[in-house]
């Protein structure tokens, strides 16, 4: 908790507070004392004075709750369509394992030949269908980011094109179930230090650097030690690398042997049949076979990774939905209390109406027509605001416009329905006013 924003939030409560018990204090103190002192002025003065500011509170709290729930909507939406969107890979029934070597003990190539031991170990555990490994993973906040000469086809020749880059093992993209749109997967024969430099695409870097060609046999200059060319000997499905709300980034893949660099994040990602987190202790004790003193330091499912990916945007649709309930409840609760007053107030005239010959339902109209037109106004103010305060949500939200329409209808129809509930009590209550009790109110 931090104690500036405590004690700005306390001292806010308490002005409001303070503010709120004056406004009754300062209507009261201007009443006039001897109209007030009249049976007919004390009904009309209370009518006409403290009435009027207690609509304009209604109003202003329908207003304020619809353009809440707006808010709340279109973020809780931008959530939802960011949980359904899809990643390029299948999160689904995967377990992900991160296994940093200890540098003292390991040298590169003595890294790579514990990975691919450990790899053979966590195929052989039941349950397992695929297994496969990353220097980092998509959605965890890192990739590698590699320097390529231009594209031949562009003008800027001179300058280097900033790509990502992934040192994965072969299976890896079968784990993760990245279809390959042509070509083949990396062979473990080319999974070695001296083996010829080979590498794997997806389509935006095939897009940028072979618009309308074939990528399979295209030769790629760096990427390679000694600036040798990399044999381009598959491409791959696009798949999102920081967040579920990001573009694919053109992505160059490379055997994890021929680059063993940045083993303080390598993850295994296996894909089992049932529940992933069932071959957790299996996981571990694998590790321990292969070396009693490796720790494992890390081990989630992908849906995991995915879901604390999008935290922020569940936080924010989460808070700003509690808020909005609450400021509906809040409103419904201001159009009770106000029509239940006027009804007390007004019980004198209701019993007059009723031995003049008005019906209940007279009665009842009278008293929903005027919460009706208090929560349609609030409902008209409420949308102009909405209108304007959502366009500062367009930054947040995904996969829905700041002005979708179904949402505004559908959540001003919301507080219409939720407004005549809170309507229809004190109405009630109106027709059943007797009116020779009535008469004899005041």
Same mark, same amino acid.
């Given at each position: 908790m931090n104690l500036t924003a405590f004690a700005f939030t306390a001292a806010l409560s308490l002005l409001t507070g303070a503010v709120v018990g004056l406004l009754p204090a300062l209507r009261v103190s201007s009443l006039n004392l001897s109209e007030s002192l009249k049976e007919h002025g004390r009904t009309s003065a209370a009518m006409a004075g403290g009435s009027r500011l207690q609509r304009v509170l209604v109003v202003s709290e329908v207003a304020l709750a619809l353009a809440l729930l707006v808010g709340a909507g279109l973020m809780i939406q931008s959530f939802q369509h960011l949980e359904t969107t899809p990643t390029g890979f299948n999160p689904d029934h995967l377990l992900t394992v991160r296994v940093p070597l200890m540098s003292y003990k390991y040298s590169q190539p003595q890294s790579a030949d514990f990975y691919r031991e450990l790899l053979q170990r966590i195929k052989a555990i039941p349950g397992v269908k695929s297994v496969g490994m990353a220097n980092n993973l998509p959605f965890t906040g890192f990739h590698l980011s590699l320097d390529l000469p231009a594209p031949p086809n562009t003008a800027s020749r001179s300058g280097p094109v900033r790509i990502a880059g992934r040192s994965v093992s072969p299976g890896y993209f079968r784990a993760m179930q990245i279809p390959f749109i042509s070509g083949r997967d990396f062979t473990e024969s080319e999974n070695q230090k001296d083996a010829p430099c080979v590498r794997i695409v997806n389509q935006a870097m095939a897009r940028l650097y072979w618009p309308g060609e074939i990528a399979i046999g295209k030769q790629l200059r760096g990427p390679c030690p000694n600036d040798a060319p990399a044999a381009v000997v598959g491409v791959v499905a696009d798949s999102k690398q920081d967040s579920a709300d990001s573009e694919p980034l053109p992505e160059l893949y490379e055997p994890y042997a021929q680059h063993p660099f940045a083993s303080f994040? @390598?993850?295994? #990602?296996?894909?089992? *049949? !049932?529940?992933?987190? $069932? @071959?957790?202790? *299996? #996981?571990?004790? *694998? #590790? =321990?076979? +292969? $070396? !009693?003193?490796?720790? @494992?330091? =890390? &081990?989630?499912? &992908? =849906? $995991? @990774? +995915?879901?604390? !990916?999008i935290w922020r945007q569940h936080v924010s649709a989460s808070m700003l939905g509690l808020f909005a309930a609450i400021a509906l409840v809040l409103s419904a609760v201001g159009i009770y209390g106000v029509l239940s007053y006027s009804v007390s107030r007004r019980t004198h005239e209701i019993g007059i109406r009723s031995a003049l010959g008005a019906a209940r339902r007279d009665i009842l109209r009278m008293v929903v027509g005027e919460g009706l037109l208090l929560t349609l106004m609030g409902v008209a103010v409420g949308l102009a605001v909405a209108l304007t305060l959502t366009r500062l949500l367009t930054g947040l939200l995904y996969g829905v416009r700041p002005t979708d329409p179904l949402t505004f209808v559908s959540l001003a129809l919301l507080v219409i329905v939720v407004a005549l509930l809170a309507v229809y009590i004190p109405a009630r209550r109106a027709t059943k006013v007797d009116p020779m009790v009535a008469l004899r109110y005041e």
């Open positions: 994040l @390598v993850t295994f #990602v296996i894909r089992t *049949a !049932s529940n992933p987190t $069932d @071959v957790a202790a *299996a #996981v571990r004790q *694998a #590790v =321990q076979q +292969v $070396d !009693s003193d490796q720790p @494992v330091i =890390q &081990m989630r499912t &992908m =849906q $995991d @990774v +995915v879901s604390e !990916s």
